[in-house]
Structure formats: structure tokens, C-alpha cells
């Protein structure tokens, strides 16, 4: 079983950047696509971004297009989320999610993906 685990989280101040990592072990990650996924209270968890398994690929929500981006390394597997221009409503808990690459899935569900980190928590203070 891939086994995942964010970092990075924190209590930041509006404008201000955090840089989450989801750091995976036990199965091999490098044949894995990855995304983030967010949740805040009250709220369904949301896709925030997404890479291919090689990184050539990658994608963003509307609300975080032009302040994260999303990036991986698959020598440290490791995949990165570096959130800038952070808003009050960036807070969420944020988890990252790995799925087979060639699995055919609808990416924007999380019923889609298979492994799935914690969670770290993100708050934006205004």
C-alpha cells in the first residue's frame, strides 16, 4: 500500500506563502499521478491541483490558478504544493492523493484516487 503523509501546513497571514510536501513510501510512486485536494468545515474536499506521474502534466482550479503550483520529485518521492498570495478562504485541510497512472477515473472525484495522506491544516487570517 502507497503510504502518504503531508507537511507544512500552518497559520499564515493573508498574502503571506505556505509549501506543503506529501512525501510517499511503500510502493512505488513515480508510476502515480498525484493531486491535492482540500476540505473546509462544512464543505465538500475539492480538487486543488493535479500532476502526471512524469510531471509534464498539470492542472489547477479556477480559485488557485496563478498563485500554486504544484510539482514533484520523484527521486525524493515527493510532491510539492507552493501556495502563494494565500486568502482567508484558502483555509482548508489539505490532503494529497495518488492514483495508478492509466487508471481511468473522473480526477475531479476523490472517490477516484486510492491513497490518500492525513491531511495538514492551512489557515489564511485576514
Known amino acids: 500500500q502507497l503510504q502518504l503523509v503531508e507537511s507544512g501546513g500552518g497559520l499564515v497571514q493573508a498574502g503571506d506563502s505556505l509549501r506543503l510536501s506529501c512525501a510517499a513510501s511503500?510502493?512505488?510512486?513515480?508510476?502515480?499521478?498525484m493531486c491535492w485536494f482540500r476540505q473546509a468545515p462544512g464543505k465538500e474536499r475539492e480538487l486543488v491541483a493535479f500532476?502526471?506521474?512524469?510531471?509534464?502534466?498539470?492542472d489547477y482550479a479556477d480559485s488557485v490558478k496563478g498563485r500554486f503550483t504544484i510539482s514533484r520529485d520523484n527521486a525524493k518521492n515527493t510532491v510539492y504544493l507552493q501556495m502563494n498570495s494565500l486568502k482567508p478562504e484558502d483555509t482548508a485541510d489539505y490532503y494529497c492523493?495518488?492514483?495508478?497512472?492509466?487508471?481511468?477515473?473522473?480526477?475531479?472525484?476523490?472517490?477516484?484516487?486510492?491513497?490518500w495522506g492525513p491531511g495538514t491544516q492551512v489557515t489564511a487570517f485576514s
Open positions: 511503500g510502493l512505488t510512486f513515480s508510476n502515480r499521478h
Open positions: 492523493a495518488a492514483i495508478l497512472m492509466g487508471t481511468q477515473a473522473t480526477m475531479t472525484s476523490p472517490a477516484s484516487w486510492t491513497s
Open positions: 500532476i502526471s506521474w512524469s510531471g509534464s502534466s498539470s
